[in-house]
């Protein structure tokens, strides 16, 4: 609307001057009441946007466009009052902000982290845009968990378990998916979930279902498989709630599992501890309070990870690398907003502070050495054509190129030319002429928004006639064009730098939505570029959790199926897949655990056969009185298995027997010699 506005307004002028000067006064009107309405049009676009800004507490913003419809309309009473009222609401919100931010500060400081957490949410309500309240808080939600959420989850898991252990399994499912809206990725409560539906599915063949859920729990039972075996059993439970056996046998089960249970509430207790006291920084005592988590299960992965970041040497680097990425910071918008000199400088700092990482410092240093090098080539380029242009009488077409030069660097040479140029055209020309060529020339480069070069056609028209108005009216719309679009630029700047800091700390929707505020500010290769990376690492994100998702559904069905050795192997893929989580190694860990309990329960029973194989002969040799022979077998049972005590009560018998024998034939031999 605004371009085919200011062409109508260019032709119009065109015709005004081929005419000249019929009909001028008609032309001139419709040019004002033009550029009237189009002022009219874009102030109340601009007040409805500034009101939208405030609303949302963008308050720099809404006051950059009330001061610009100010500085267009310095006599309008309610702009003046808008803008006013802006800057008011704009210091009370940076004090209430300041004053959330140090109460959250001091809170955090003192570990009150529910105080804390609130006051970084009250600074946030202030200045929803601001990043430092919004990563406390992300530090916060890290190493402090809400106590009101924390008790609706225990509240809603103790009813449910409540429910469950009474065979109400529809309303535990009810308060197992209060606690999943809570959590919705625990393991405990999704495996509830997937539980109470197994059950409610098999009710449909109750009795086949009840003899055969119990069949399979007596035979897991006798393998050791208590856990699936407490799942056969709650299974014939829910189907014949009334039998006893059933929960006879789930109680036997959680008394064995009580102890295993123990052990990780040992474990989880020990790694609280230790992650208080990495938190406060005792690195010494959270390492040995690590070491011994990993003394209680030494399969975990957590505690070496841990174990890892404590090296002081980690700390220094740590902070070294916040220095250097501030200054990379403080560089990168330097760059942005073309002040090479400090960009390089700041560079060059970043470089000085970490030695080892000068790659992308460097990247840039050579970049900004490119962009001084194009411009230096630019002006040597247009002050050869001014020059050759010059030497050829073609002072018009000469000055256009100084003044190309100029816009790079000012310079003495084409500001000498510019002025020699001025003085020969002044004296080949009558001024009517050179009035009327500079301002043709002055529309035509305007109509093309070279609005540098048209600036210097409408000055050189006006060193022709000074009190003409039609220059001096071009030369205040292309000052205002100029400054329109350096707002612009700073804006697109300012919106970039934000969307570039977002995407650093990898909140990509978030970068995203500011590279689209960009791209609508100013269409540049770049904000899009950026959005179509974003684009595709979301879209990589989201291929990866699927392949995960896929990978470890697998590997659970193998686990339920008790295919042991196909699910170790598939919870390794996804283990090496996915290095990053610790389910499939939790896994790997419990299915090894299911391993080796097999492997001992088997040797148990050869164990027990094998002493079967000897006892039961020496019993036999006993019974039958044939006491040096049972004397012997149990002796054989007694060095195999050394640890038990019955063969070697036998033997202590089986002498005595055999004294007590010997003493009475040698008592009736002295009776027999006496008599």
Known sequence: ????????????????????????????????????????????QSLSEADSLINQKQYADAISILQELKNQNPDNASIAQKL??????????????????????????????????DAFETALSYKPGASYPAMKLEEINR??????????????????????????????????????????????????VKQI????????????????????????????????????????????????????????????????????????????????????????????????????????????????????????????NTEYLQVIEQADLAFKIKDYDEAKALYRKAMEINPAQTAYPQDKIDEINMIAEERESNYDKYIAQGDSLFEAQQLAEARIEYEKALNIFDKPHPNTRISTIDSRLAEQAGQEERYAQAVEE?????????????????????????????????????????????????????????????????????????????????????????????????????????????????????LDNDLLSE??????????????????????????ELIAKRQAQKERQQLIAEYQSLIQPADSAFEADNLTLAKSLYADAANNFSDSTYPKEQIAKVEELIAKRQAQKERQQLIAEYQ
Do not use: C, W
Not at 546 to 552: D, G, H, N, V, W
Not at 567 to 592: C, G, H, R, W
């Open 143 to 192: 190493v402090y968990k809400d106590p009101e959420e924390e008790k609706a989850f225990e509240d809603a898991m103790a009813r449910a378990d409540e429910l469950m252990n009474a065979y109400n399994y529809q309303e535990a499912l009810k308060y197992y998916n209060e606690a999943l809206e809570l959590k919705p990725r625990n393991v405990v409560v999704l495996k509830k």
């Open 197 to 320: 539906k197994n059950f409610v599915a098999k009710q449909e063949a109750r009795e086949e279902d009840y003899r055969q859920a119990l069949e399979n729990a007596a035979t897991l039972f006798a393998e050791g498989y208590y856990e699936r075996a407490m799942l056969q059993y709650q299974e014939a439970a829910l189907i014949k709630p009334d039998k006893n056996l059933p929960k006879n046998k789930i109680e036997e089960i959680r008394d064995l599992l009580s102890e295993k249970r123990e052990i990780h509430q040992q474990y989880e207790a020990q790694i609280a501890v230790a992650d208080s006291l990495y938190m406060n920084k005792q690195f010494d005592d959270a390492k040995l309070a690590y070491q011994a988590a990993l003394e209680i299960k030494p399969s975990e992965t957590y505690p070496v990870n841990m174990l890892s970041k404590i090296d002081p040497a980690l700390a220094r680097q740590e902070s070294l």
């Open 442 to 558: 002055g529309d035509q480069l305007f109509a093309e928004e070279s609005y540098a070069l048209a600036a210097g056609r409408y000055r050189d028209a006006l060193n022709v006639f000074p009190e003409r108005e039609y220059p001096a009216d071009k030369l205040n719309e292309i000052e205002s064009f100029r400054e329109e679009a350096e707002r612009k630029q700073t804006q697109y700047d300012l919106t970039v730098a934000k969307a570039d800091s977002l995407f650093e700390m990898e909140q990509l929707a978030a970068s995203r939505n500011r590279y689209q505020e960009a791209l609508e500010i100013m269409e540049k290769d770049y904000p899009q570029e950026q959005i179509n990376a974003i684009d595709r690492r979301m879209q990589s994100m989201e291929e990866l959790a699927a392949k995960y998702k896929q990978m470890i559904t697998e590997a659970d069905e193998a």
């Open 567 to 592: 699910a170790k192997n598939l919870y390794q893929d996804a283990a090496n897949a996915f290095s990053d989580s610790t389910y499939p190694k939790e896994q790997i860990t419990k299915v090894e």
């Open 84 to 117: 006013e009222n802006a800057r008011e609401q704009q210091q009370s919100a940076e004090e209430r902000y300041a004053n959330a931010l140090q109460s959250g500060l001091s809170y955090f400081n003192n570990k009150e982290y529910g105080k804390a957490k």
């Open 1 to 44: 609307m605004h371009n085919l506005l200011v062409k109508s307004a260019l032709h119009n002028r065109r015709t005004e001057q081929t005419n000249m000067g019929k009909n001028k006064k008609y032309f001139s009107f419709i040019n004002f009441l033009i550029f009237f309405l189009l002022s009219t049009t874009l102030s109340a």
